[in-house]
C-alpha cells in the first residue's frame, strides 16, 4: 500500500476473502478516520468482496487489516479493538503503520501486489 509516497506493507491472510482483495489489485482508495481507531474505505463500484469461507469474527490488533462483512468496507486498525462479529482479517501491517495513524481527514491509497506469499491464518 502506498500513501503520501510512503510504502506500508501489507502480509494478507491466506482466506478466501483476502484471496478476492487481492485478485481486485491494483485498487485505488480513499480511506477516512473511524473513532481515532481505524481508517477506513467503502469498495465503491465494485461488488462486496466475498466472505464465505472466511472467519465471521474477529479481535483486532493495531496493524490488522480487515473487512467489515455488514457494511462492506476495509478497515485498517491502527489501536487496538474489541471483537467484533462481522469482522473478517484480511492481513496486516509488517511496517509502516506510523504513517496510517498520523494522517487526518481524508486520504488516497494506492493497493498493489508486491508478490504473491499469504499468511495462513
Known sequence: MTVDNKEIIIAMFDNPTSHDLISRLPLELTFEDYHGIEKV????????????????????????VTLYAPWGNIAIFYNDFGYS???????????????????????TVTLE?????????
Open 41 to 64: 474505505s467503502y469498495l465503491e463500484g465494485h461488488d462486496p468482496l466475498i466472505t464465505d469461507g472466511s472467519e465471521s469474527g474477529f479481535d483486532p490488533s493495531a496493524g490488522d
Open 85 to 107: 462479529d462481522g469482522l473478517i482479517p484480511l492481513g496486516h501491517i509488517d511496517s509502516g503503520i506510523e504513517a496510517l495513524s498520523e494522517i487526518s481527514g481524508e486520504f
Open 113 to 121: 501486489l508486491m508478490k504473491d506469499l499469504l499468511q495462513p491464518h
